[in-house]
């Protein structure tokens, strides 16, 4: 209710700036009780989750919100992408809402405060517990892309509970080209490594991109479930377009939101013939219901994140969506949210 009240007035704000006002009152906002485990807890990767509804990478770049986005009723949430080097990204306007389609096509360009000052967000708040994923990946700049990964992974280790290796955004020129077959497996041996080396051993998670072509994605699934990858995330922001309405809708960058749900959810499923039970899988892009939700768990995601749709629906969505889970999982039969994966 208030937050149909508040979204005409932060809709006539530009994007971008929304969205810091957003964090920013989030960062004030009295601290909530965060999930517990209940009907929908999963186990996945070795992490028992209290719900798989999860904050997608993006929505807190800095690691500055972690736990009041715990507190809005996620199970877990993800900070970053961060980078090893504070970096601008591109030049702005770079966020654009396509409010006629319920999407968004951004072009942010790893926008963040660096992985020093992350690091730091994260260690204050490492004994309050909950799942804080970390999301990275390379400054557009490094001379050595791979190193950025590793020198990352070493860094971020012991205060993430998990780590994404992100090779996905379209919006930081040849990053998708490390997901090319020879790449990527040097780039994964040097994760490997650098995590080895740390003081502690968080499972390793790749984020791809939607926009690849069958032999890529038998490849990549060949090569994560090779190198011991502990989950897919099925997909980042794509470059394509389908047919939208909005006067943004030519603006360059990847689509999320709305436009995305289909593709997103056909990848996934591309993912899950090309690794069976092999590997886990986390759903994103487009998802904002619980009938969303729904349907890429059935179709095979363990966990699902969002991002976009909070954008659309505003921060009760994410207990929304659990509620109705639980509703839809019994509805159908199914006594946990493990054992509906990949049912359909």
Known sequence: MLFDIARPLLFAIEPERAHRLTIRGLALAPALPRSRPGPLAIRVAGIDFPNPVGVAAGVDKNAEVPDALLGLGFGFTEIGSITPLPQAGNPKPRLFRLKEDHGVINRMGFN????????????????????VGVNIGANKDSADRITDYAVLAEMMAPLASYLVVNISSPNTPGLRALQDEGALVALLDAVSEA?????????????VAPDLEPADVDAIARIAIDKGLDALIVSNTTISRPALQSGNRSEAGGLSGAPLRDFALTRLRDFRTATGEALPLIGVGGIASAEDAWQRIRAGASLVQ????????????ARRIVKQLEDLMRRDGFASIEEAVGTE
């Open 112 to 131: 963040n405060d660096g992985a020093a000052v992350a690091r730091k967000r994260l260690a204050a708040r490492s004994e309050k517990g909950g799942i």
């Open 306 to 317: 969002l991002y976009s749709a909070l954008i659309y629906e505003g921060p009760g969505l």
């Open 195 to 207: 995590r080895e080396r740390a003081t502690a051993a968080p499972p390793v998670f790749l984020k």
